[in-house]
């Protein structure tokens, strides 16, 4: 038998074992080390007695690892064929950062749960059987991964297709933020079902600080656990009755993360759960062969370069043994997150399984492949525990590049991405949650709601009376004594309409003039600001009194549309994006960043909304930096 002091190491550190022959003495042997990732022994070497030290050379590179211990005596059975004879663990970089924008993780956690599965005493599995464990050590033998090896085909994937990335324990991430902080992707792999609140509570905030998450697994963080004995000891008693912690601090009780009393949903973090996934077990696990996505969002930057449309199906046989989903609402046509169940308002559904005919072989339900925004960072999520084995597929590999290369920062993305189609609209607003558009024929309003998801433009009903052909659409981003929350547009006469902020039917009304040519307006303040583009000037005019003259401010920078976020007013125009704050003097717009050619543009909860020449809605968080920032790694010496 043989066990380690921890589950990783750092390059040039020291990891201790303890050893034991089959017959519980002394063991005299040797032990083969292996770098599983490059699938390479990196040291053989003689053991004697019950303790072995590793000085880790620095010169091994960040990976995972497996030190398999053989008795030399010939001994029945072979004890080195025991899985409690091996040590796997992982060499993190001792420079974390300097070599890689990428950190994988390793479930150390989740092997630890299943290894001894069934035996009393040993394991916490099964969950109903009374006499399972709620305390394991990871310094007792064994431990290492089940024998599907969920994590193996990402690992080994990723320098075969070009990529250098470092790895972890998962355990590395309890209190972790300095070493995550130095790296711009964490990538979650295969199968990582149980995680401490320190784990969760680091990943959280290292996205909503602007780094970003890749989940290439399923069931993940379903469980949660504490770490005791100075985290060499994980309890998790999966039931709140039987936890004393219930009474101490409920938010540590060792249940399902979204069980009470915890009470927070792993979607949250994931953006999906095995609460609406699929799971297939035992003999059952011989259909995820047969099983696809269909994809739902093809002009997502995820799906690039893949020829996908929607309808396709792809990644047959990713899908399994367990997949994540979220609660969807098919009422537009078009699936999205209905938010009930703690998948944030803002994930994007890319592709589903509909996976409810697996109850036949365990749990119905489905998966969900999907991405969403959180604080400053990005969470992207394949959903199943699978997705590994199915990297041999060509579209699986290119989105899993796709991922990789966009949330690690090897390839930045412009800074905006599509949120569905837009063909031939000419005008943009938000307005009391609605997100409003002016059609191709310059008098159909349109409305959709303002998400990333591609969800279809629906026509507002006509009002009596004839439709006026609009050139341009503003709104007020808060109202105020002298500008109620209410569209404003201009139309072909020069005239400055409103209209109710509404789905339903509602009359423009004239409430004053605009400068002759206005082609694009904007609200700040109390103050109409418009855009004269034949003669690219910019004026402005209270709010209060459309009536009133309107006075110029200066050059408009060449704007094609205007609007106003975060007290600035901003423009798109063959210059790309500029801005400038929303003053009543002459002050010049300034680059602010790179933007696709657009139509339109308009705001909303902190991102510009725009209309590209190619027919696209396309979403700009302005400041954000495409792959997220990362720290610096200091030099050593």
């Known amino acids: 038998m043989a066990a380690a002091g921890a589950t990783s190491c750092a390059q040039g550190g020291t990891l201790r074992f303890t050893v034991a022959a089959g017959d519980g003495g002394p063991l005299r042997g040797h032990v083969v080390v292996t770098d599983v990732v490059a699938g390479r022994d990196v040291l053989r070497a003689p053991v004697g007695g019950t303790r072995w030290t590793l000085d880790v050379p620095a010169a091994w590179p960040s990976s995972l690892y497996r030190a398999a211990f053989h008795d030399d005596r010939p001994e029945e059975p072979a004890p080195e064929r025991d899985a409690e004879h091996e040590v796997w663990f992982a060499v993190r970089a001792a420079r974390p950062g300097a070599d890689s924008g990428i950190l994988v993780s390793v479930p150390f956690p989740t092997?630890?749960?299943?290894?001894?599965?069934?035996?009393a005493g040993r394991s916490i599995?099964?969950?109903?059987?009374?006499?399972r464990a709620a305390r394991v050590r990871f310094t007792d033998p064994g431990g290492g991964p089940p024998p599907e090896r969920w994590e193996e085909p990402l690992l080994r994937w990723l320098p075969r297709a070009g990529y250098r990335a470092d790895v972890c324990s998962a355990l590395d991430l309890h209190g972790g933020d300095e070493l995550l902080s130095a790296y711009r992707l964490l990538v979650v792999n295969g199968h990582d079902e149980y995680w401490s609140a320190g784990m969760r509570d680091t990943v959280e905030s290292f996205v909503r600080r602007g780094g970003n998450l890749a989940v290439f697994a399923g069931n993940t963080s379903w469980w949660q656990i504490r770490l005791e004995d100075g985290g060499t000891t994980m309890v998790c008693h999966r039931d709140a009755t039987a936890d004393p912690m219930a009474a101490l601090d409920p938010r540590l009780t060792t249940v399902e993360w979204s069980s009470a009393p915890v009470d927070r949903p792993e979607n949250r973090m994931t953006g999906v759960s095995f609460r609406a996934g699929a799971g297939a077990w035992g003999e059952g696990m011989r259909i995820m062969g047969r099983e696809a996505y269909t994809v739902r969002f093809a002009d997502h930057w995820v799906f690039e370069g893949t020829g996908l449309r929607d309808g396709d199906s792809f990644a047959r046989g990713a899908l399994g043994y367990e997949t994540d989903a979220c609660e969807l609402d098919w009422s537009a046509g078009v699936p999205r997150p209905s938010g009930r169940d703690g998948t944030p308002r803002s994930f994007a559904v890319l592709a589903t399984a509909d996976l409810r005919h697996w109850r036949d072989y365990g749990q119905g339900g489905w998966a969900t492949l999907g991405v969403f925004s959180s604080g400053a960072g990005t969470v992207f999520n394949a959903a199943t525990i699978n997705w590994g084995r199915a990297l041999g597929d060509p579209l699986v590999d290119r989105v899993t590049r796709n991922v990789l290369d966009r949330l690690s920062g090897v390839a930045p993305g412009p800074g905006w991405h599509s949120a569905g189609p837009a063909v031939g609209l000419r005008a943009l607003a938000a307005c009391e949650g609605l997100l409003f558009a002016v059609g191709a024929d310059g008098s159909t309003l349109l409305r959709r709601e303002p998400s990333d998801q591609n969800l279809p433009w629906t026509p507002c009903p006509d009002a009596p009376g004839p439709r006026p052909v609009l050139r341009c659409l503003a709104a007020p981003r808060e109202a105020s004594g002298a500008v109620p929350l209410a569209l404003l547009a201009v139309d072909d006469d020069d005239r400055l309409l409103t209209r109710e902020p509404t789905a339903g039917a509602a009359p423009w009304a004239p409430i004053g003039r605009v400068p002759a040519g206005t082609s694009a307006l904007a609200v700040c303040d109390n103050t109409l600001f418009a855009v004269t583009g034949h003669d690219d000037t910019l004026h402005r005019c209270p709010a209060g009194d459309p009536n009133g003259p309107w006075t110029v401010l200066g050059r408009a920078g060449k704007a094609a549309c205007v609007t106003v976020l975060d007290a600035r007013l901003y423009a798109a125009g063959p210059d790309g994006l500029l801005a400038r704050p929303p003053v009543t003097t002459d002050r010049a717009f300034r680059p602010v960043g790179a933007f696709p050619a657009v139509t339109a543009l308009t705001s909303y909860?902190?991102?510009?909304?725009?209309?590209?020449?190619?027919?696209?809605?396309?979403?700009?968080?302005?400041?954000?930096?495409?792959?997220?920032p990362r720290r610096t790694v200091p030099p050593t010496g």
């Open 605 to 628: 909860a902190g991102r510009l909304f725009a209309v590209s020449d190619d027919g696209r809605l396309t979403v700009h968080v302005p400041g954000a930096v495409p792959g997220g």
């Open 125 to 131: 599995y099964y969950a109903e059987q009374p006499r």
């Open 111 to 119: 092997w630890r749960a299943y290894h001894r599965a069934g035996q």
